[in-house]
């Protein structure tokens, strides 16, 4: 799957970097940082974590 962040809807929660720490970081005030736009099956239980738990809505999946 391929995946998107617009850090303009960030708001630092850091519940991605929770669920998925290998895809998602955040930079000195917080806001999201992807470290890689895609994802293979077998991360995909966490990236999907990830999409569910973000308060604003700032992550997407954009293709499988
Ligand atoms: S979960 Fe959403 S709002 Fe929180 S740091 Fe990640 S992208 Fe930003």
Known sequence: MK???DARKCCGSGQCVLAA???FDQDDTGIVVLL???AGDDA???VEEAVFSCPTA???IVGR
Do not use: K, Q, S
């Open 3 to 5: 995946l998107t962040v």
């Open 21 to 23: 720490p290998e895809f």
């Open 36 to 38: 890689a736009e895609e």
């Open 44 to 46: 995909a239980g966490d």
């Open 58 to 60: 700032a992550i997407e």
